[in-house]
């Protein structure tokens, strides 16, 4: 069974295209992340909720909108899709919420391009 | 201004020697640091976490050291086999309660039989 399994793992659309990535996890884990990896290899954190409430919320275009329905599913929309938004996308997870515990489970990435 | 740095350059060794990593950070102040392993395609596995006050910590054949005066973290990886050869990402987290991970570039590792 995958810990945190993403879908899709592949997304190629179009610019100005609205977009949906799904992540769930079966961990039993409190907290979920979305992290984006630049063409450099940069992973930088996007959002975080723990228990269905939104903890982290870096400097991110409001088009993109964090959806989580349950502790176990976060799912990343996003509106306008523009050139600059291709990147793999991650989704992590983690026990509890405090420092000490927040060793990621990471899901496989899902490889967003836009054309 | 805050940065991580690893060394962006691929680190080429051969099997059996012993491969050394380096993360190096500024103006941060980590309770804790981690190491990530990333192979292509795939997202990170979690390693190795060492907490400010340790020193030193060892994992079957890695292990790391974290020197908050230097503001550096040593990995190494003792008889190093091409399995190995991945890129490895350090990482900070801190004492407030966010679970937030600031993450370096990762440096790529080859072990080449």
């Known amino acids: 069974d995958t810990a945190v399994s993403q879908t899709p793992k592949y997304l190629v659309t179009q610019m100005g295209n609205d977009k949906s990535i799904k992540c769930e996890q079966n961990?039993?884990?409190?907290?979920m992340y979305w992290y984006k990896q630049d063409s450099k290899k940069f992973l930088k954190i996007m959002f975080s909720y723990n228990n269905k409430e939104l903890i982290i919320n870096e400097t991110v275009p409001n088009r993109f909108s964090p959806k989580s329905p349950d502790k176990a599913h976060l799912n990343l929309h996003i509106n306008s899709l523009e050139l600059g938004d291709s990147a793999v996308y991650f989704c992590?997870?983690?026990?509890?919420?405090?420092?000490?515990?927040?060793?990621?489970?990471f899901g496989s990435g899902t490889r967003l391009t836009v054309v | 201004s805050q940065k991580i740095e690893q060394n962006s350059e691929a680190l080429n060794i051969q099997e059996g020697k012993t491969a050394t990593l380096t993360c190096n950070y500024t103006?941060?102040?980590?309770?804790?640091l981690q190491w990530y392993r990333q192979d292509p395609g795939r997202g990170p596995v979690f390693l190795l976490l060492i907490r400010e006050n340790e020193k030193e910590k060892r994992k079957e054949r890695l292990k790391v050291t974290f020197d908050t005066t230097l503001k550096q973290s040593l990995f190494h990886i003792t008889a190093s086999q091409p399995a190995d050869s991945a890129t490895y990402l350090c990482a900070l987290s801190f004492s407030s309660n966010t679970g937030k991970l600031i993450f370096g570039q990762g440096t790529t590792l080859q072990v080449k039989p």
């Open positions: 103006n941060y102040s980590p309770a804790y």
């Open positions: 992590a997870s983690s026990r509890g919420q405090g420092a000490r515990s927040a060793r990621y489970t």
């Open positions: 961990l039993g884990h409190d907290t």
